[in-house]
C-alpha cells in the first residue's frame, strides 16, 4: 500500500520466486525513504542484501557505511556500498536485526525490526534524503508488512557547528554519541552524549590573514620570488562556507589553495623533473594588465615503482570530533586509504583526546581485516591534548622507522588544542626535528564550527608534506585514492621559484596568492632556507598580473630551484618566457589558463581584493561559461561554476573602497589607503 502523504511506501513481503523477473525492477519515484524487502527462503545461508540510491536523483550512492546490529550478533557488522550502490551482509544468523545507513550530506536512516529467518535473505532498497531536508527517518515494524512508525527530528544538520564551553568557555557542550565495534581495543565504551548547537554556526574558526599581494614596481624589484604550495584546503572550506549559506571568511582565503585545487591537465616531462607550461593573455578585470598562467608538473612515478610506506595515523578522538561529519568522515576516510595501500607497506594508528595511546602497532597493509577493525574501533572522548598525540604518532614513526621509504605521520583533526601545548609554536619546534629526520606530516583537517586552519597549515608547511581539507567523502577519495602517490610520495623538496622579470618588457607585476609563501630574493639560492615539497604528478600553478611596456621577444625569466628527496645541494632549472606564449584575448587562451583565472579571480573576490572590484560575479559567471567544453563539464569545474552562483547569491558585503576610489575611475596600478 502507498501512503497518500508520498513520505513512505509500502509493500507485503513475499517469496522471490513469486515474482515476475520484470517486477523486480518496477520501482516507484518518491520523494523519501523507500525499503523494499523480499525474503528468499532457497539460499543457503541468512543474508541481508540491498541497494541505496539518491531520493533525489535515483542514482546509485557509493560509499554509504551500513551497520547491522542484532541481539544475535555479537557487536555489530559495518560495511560499505560499491560503486553500484549494492551492499551484501553473507553468513548472518537468525534473528531481529537493525540496519543504519549513514552518508557524508544525507539524512541518516534506520530501519529495525528486520525479521531474518533460517536460510533466507533479506533485500533491502534505500532511497536517502539529502540532509537539507534536515528530518531524521526512524521506519519501524514487522513482517509481513513493513509499517510506518514515527518520523523523528533530526539531532543536528551538517552546519556540525559546536560549541566549547569546556573548551573556550563559550557556546554549547561537545560531542554527540559514538559507537565502538567489537573488534575494539579493550576499552570503557563511550556515554550518551548530546550534541548542542552554538549560537553562532561558524562562531569558532580560525584563520590568519596574510593580506593582498601589492603590484611591484619593477625599478624597483625586478624579482618576485616564493615557495611553492600544493594545499588545497582552503578551497575546500570555502565550498563548506558556501554549500551552508554563508561566505567563507575572508582571512581563510588563500588564491593559490584555490587555483592549485584544479587538474589542468598538464604533462610532465620524463627527461626533466619539472615540466614548465605558460601562457597569457589580456585581464578581464584589470584595465592594461595580462594574466600570466605559470605551471609545473613534476615528474610522474607509478603506483608500482611507489615507495614502501610507513604511515602512522594519529587521530584526535576528542569531544569536538564526536559527530558524524568528523570523527565518522574521518573513519570512513581512512578505510579509503587503506584500500589502496598493499603488501609493501605498514600502518600504525595512535589516538587522543584528554591523553594519547596507541590503538595499533605497524601492521602490513595486506591485513586489511585488523586495520579495519582499528578504525571502526575508534570512538570520542575527552578534551585535546594535540601534543600528545602529535608526540606518540612520532615516536610509533621514529622506533619503526623504514630505511629508504616513506615515513609519514597522518595528522586527522580539527585542529584545536585545548590540553597540553595550547600555542601553535610549541608543537611547530618538535615537528621541524622530526622533519629533519626524514618524518614528514600530512594534516588533514575536519570539522565546521570549531576549527583551526592555521595550526593546521602551519603544521604541514613545518612538517614538510601537504594540507588538506576533507569536508565530504569524495574529496577524501581525491586525496587518498586518486592522487595516492602524489600524497605520500615527495619528488622534490625545499622548492622555490622565482621570475626575473625584465624591466624594459615589464612595468609593474603583482603575484596572485602565495602570501605567506613569499621569500628574499637572497633567499632563493640559500639552501638553507626550507619552501615548499612537491609529491610525484603534482602540479603547482601561479597566476600573475603584469603591465607590459613595449614588445619584446621574452618578457621575463622563470627559475625553479629544487633539492632531491634525500636533500643535498638544490638544482636550478631556468626557463626565458617568450611573448609568443601571450594570447591577444581571454577567448584564445587554452581552456585551462581560462580556467585558472576564473578560479583566482573567484578568490579574489571571496577575500574583497582591490583588483577585482570591475569584475562583477555575474561576469565572473559568464567568463566561466566561457571556459569550453568539455572541460567545462567536467564535475570539478562544474561545481565551480555552481560555487560562483552560489557566492553571487549571498554576497550582501558593501565595496569598502567605493568612497575612495570609485569602481568607475578606480587606479588599477595602486591600492588607495583606507584609514
Known amino acids: 500500500m502507498r501512503q497518500d502523504s508520498g513520505r513512505i511506501w509500502m509493500m507485503a513481503l513475499i517469496p522471490m520466486r513469486e515474482v515476475a523477473p520484470t517486477m523486480k525492477h518496477v520501482l516507484p519515484s518518491v520523494l523519501s525513504c523507500v525499503l523494499l524487502l523480499l525474503a528468499t527462503p532457497a539460499l543457503a545461508d541468512s543474508v541481508i542484501i540491498g541497494m541505496v540510491i539518491s531520493a533525489e536523483t535515483k542514482k546509485p550512492l557509493r560509499d554509504v557505511v551500513v551497520t547491522a546490529t542484532s541481539p544475535s550478533l555479537q557487536g555489530e557488522q559495518v560495511v560499505v556500498t560499491d560503486a553500484q550502490g549494492n551492499f551484501r551482509f553473507p553468513q548472518l544468523p537468525p534473528g531481529v536485526y537493525t540496519l543504519r545507513f549513514d552518508r557524508e550530506s544525507f539524512r541518516p536512516f534506520s530501519r529495525?525490526?528486520?525479521?531474518?529467518?533460517?536460510?533466507?535473505?533479506?533485500?533491502?532498497?534505500?532511497?536517502?534524503?539529502?540532509?537539507?531536508?534536515?528530518?531524521?527517518?526512524?521506519?519501524?515494524?514487522?513482517?509481513?508488512?513493513?509499517?510506518?512508525?514515527?518520523?523523528?527530528?533530526?539531532?543536528?544538520?551538517?552546519?556540525?557547528?559546536?560549541?566549547?564551553?569546556?573548551?573556550?568557555?563559550?557556546?554549547?557542550?561537545?560531542?554527540?554519541?559514538?559507537?565502538?565495534?567489537?573488534?575494539?581495543?579493550?576499552?570503557?565504551?563511550p556515554p550518551e552524549r548530546t550534541a548542542m548547537l552554538p549560537q553562532q554556526p561558524f562562531a569558532d574558526m580560525y584563520f590568519k590573514s596574510y593580506g593582498v599581494n601589492p603590484t611591484i614596481d619593477t625599478e624597483?624589484?625586478?624579482?618576485?620570488?616564493?615557495?611553492?604550495?600544493?594545499?588545497?584546503?582552503?578551497?575546500?572550506?570555502?565550498?563548506?562556507?558556501?554549500?551552508?549559506?554563508?561566505?567563507?571568511?575572508?582571512?581563510?582565503?588563500?588564491?593559490e589553495e584555490f587555483v592549485n585545487s584544479f587538474d589542468y591537465g598538464y604533462r610532465s616531462?620524463?627527461?626533466?623533473?619539472?615540466?614548465?607550461?605558460?601562457?597569457?593573455?589580456?585581464?578581464?578585470?584589470?584595465?592594461?594588465?595580462?594574466?600570466?598562467?605559470?605551471?609545473?608538473?613534476a615528474r610522474e612515478v607509478s603506483r608500482a615503482a611507489r615507495k614502501p610506506a610507513h604511515l602512522v595515523f594519529v587521530i584526535d578522538v576528542s569531544g569536538s570530533m564526536n559527530i558524524e561529519n568528523r570523527l565518522g568522515l574521518v573513519k570512513r576516510a581512512l578505510r579509503l586509504l587503506v584500500d589502496e595501500l598493499d603488501e609493501r607497506d605498514q600502518v600504525s594508528i595512535a589516538v587522543y583526546g584528554s591523553t594519547a595511546h596507541p590503538v595499533l602497532g605497524p601492521t602490513s597493509a595486506a591485513d586489511k581485516h585488523k586495520l579495519m577493525a582499528a578504525i571502526d574501533s575508534l570512538y570520542s572522548e575527552g578534551s585535546t591534548n594535540a601534543q600528545a598525540g602529535i608526540e606518540l604518532g612520532y615516536a610509533m614513526a621514529s622506533e619503526h622507522l623504514l630505511e629508504g621509504g616513506i615515513n609519514r605521520v597522518i595528522l586527522c583533526s580539527d585542529g584545536v588544542a585545548n590540553n597540553g601545548i595550547t600555542s601553535a609554536d610549541g608543537i611547530f619546534e618538535r615537528v621541524r626535528a622530526q622533519a629533519a629526520k626524514g618524518i614528514t606530516l600530512t594534516t588533514v583537517g575536519f570539522g565546521m564550527g570549531n576549527y583551526n586552519d592555521v595550526l593546521m597549515e602551519r603544521l604541514a608547511q613545518i612538517g614538510e608534506g601537504n594540507y588538506a581539507y576533507v569536508d565530504q567523502?569524495?574529496?577524501?577519495?581525491?586525496?587518498?585514492?586518486?592522487?595516492?602517490?602524489?600524497?605520500?610520495?615527495?619528488?622534490?623538496?625545499?622548492?622555490?621559484?622565482?621570475?626575473?622579470?625584465?624591466?624594459?618588457?615589464?612595468?609593474?607585476?603583482?603575484?596572485?596568492?602565495?602570501?605567506?609563501?613569499?621569500?628574499?630574493?637572497?633567499?632563493?639560492?640559500?639552501?638553507?632556507?626550507?619552501?615548499?615539497?612537491?609529491?610525484?604528478?603534482?602540479?603547482?600553478?601561479?597566476?600573475?598580473?603584469?603591465?607590459?611596456?613595449?614588445?619584446a621577444s621574452s618578457f621575463a625569466t622563470l627559475r625553479?630551484?629544487?633539492?632531491?628527496?634525500?636533500?643535498?645541494?638544490?638544482?636550478?632549472?631556468?626557463?626565458?618566457?617568450?611573448?609568443?606564449?601571450?594570447?591577444?584575448?581571454?577567448?584564445?587562451?587554452?581552456?585551462?589558463?581560462?580556467?585558472?583565472?576564473?578560479?583566482?579571480?573567484?578568490?579574489?573576490?571571496?577575500?574583497?581584493?582591490?583588483?577585482?572590484?570591475?569584475?562583477?560575479?555575474?561576469?565572473?559567471?559568464?567568463?566561466?561559461?566561457?571556459?569550453?567544453?568539455?572541460?567545462?563539464?567536467?564535475?570539478?569545474?562544474?561545481?565551480?561554476?555552481?560555487?560562483?552562483?552560489?557566492?553571487?547569491?549571498?554576497d550582501k558585503r558593501t565595496d569598502r573602497f567605493e568612497q575612495l576610489a570609485p569602481v568607475s575611475t578606480m587606479d588599477f596600478d595602486r591600492v588607495p589607503t583606507i584609514k
Open 112 to 189: 529495525s525490526d528486520i525479521q531474518l529467518r533460517p536460510d533466507s535473505t533479506i533485500r533491502v532498497k534505500v532511497e536517502l534524503l539529502p540532509d537539507a531536508m534536515n528530518e531524521e527517518i526512524v521506519v519501524t515494524g514487522a513482517p509481513p508488512l513493513i509499517d510506518l512508525g514515527a518520523i523523528g527530528r533530526g539531532v543536528s544538520d551538517f552546519f556540525g557547528s559546536i560549541g566549547r564551553s569546556k573548551d573556550k568557555g563559550k557556546g554549547g557542550q561537545v560531542t554527540a554519541s559514538g559507537t565502538s565495534s567489537s573488534s575494539a581495543p579493550p576499552a570503557p565504551p
Open 220 to 255: 624597483e624589484e625586478r624579482f618576485s620570488t616564493f615557495s611553492v604550495d600544493v594545499d588545497s584546503a582552503s578551497y575546500t572550506l570555502a565550498r563548506g562556507y558556501l554549500e551552508r549559506g554563508a561566505l567563507p571568511d575572508e582571512q581563510g582565503v588563500r588564491v
Open 269 to 297: 616531462d620524463p627527461e626533466s623533473p619539472f615540466s614548465v607550461h605558460v601562457e597569457g593573455f589580456p585581464s578581464p578585470s584589470r584595465k592594461g594588465y595580462h594574466v600570466v598562467h605559470i605551471g609545473l608538473k
Open 473 to 551: 567523502l569524495d574529496e577524501a577519495r581525491r586525496i587518498f585514492v586518486q592522487n595516492l602517490t602524489g600524497t605520500l610520495q615527495v619528488v622534490a623538496k625545499d622548492v622555490k621559484l622565482q621570475v626575473e622579470f625584465d624591466r624594459k618588457a615589464v612595468a609593474r607585476y603583482r603575484l596572485v596568492g602565495y602570501e605567506n609563501r613569499m621569500l628574499a630574493k637572497e633567499q632563493f639560492a640559500d639552501d638553507r632556507v626550507d619552501a615548499g615539497e612537491v609529491g610525484a604528478g603534482h602540479a603547482v600553478t601561479a597566476i600573475y598580473e603584469v603591465k607590459l611596456r613595449e614588445p
Open 560 to 650: 625553479i630551484r629544487y633539492k632531491a628527496p634525500e636533500g643535498g645541494d638544490s638544482k636550478l632549472v631556468e626557463k626565458a618566457l617568450p611573448s609568443s606564449i601571450l594570447r591577444p584575448a581571454y577567448g584564445q587562451a587554452a581552456p585551462p589558463s581560462r580556467l585558472s583565472y576564473v578560479a583566482a579571480a573567484f578568490a579574489e573576490k571571496l577575500r574583497g581584493s582591490y583588483w577585482v572590484r570591475p569584475l562583477t560575479w555575474s561576469q565572473l559567471h559568464a567568463l566561466w561559461e566561457e571556459i569550453g567544453e568539455p572541460l567545462r563539464d567536467r564535475q570539478d569545474v562544474k561545481e565551480l561554476g555552481a560555487l560562483i552562483r552560489q557566492a553571487q547569491a549571498l
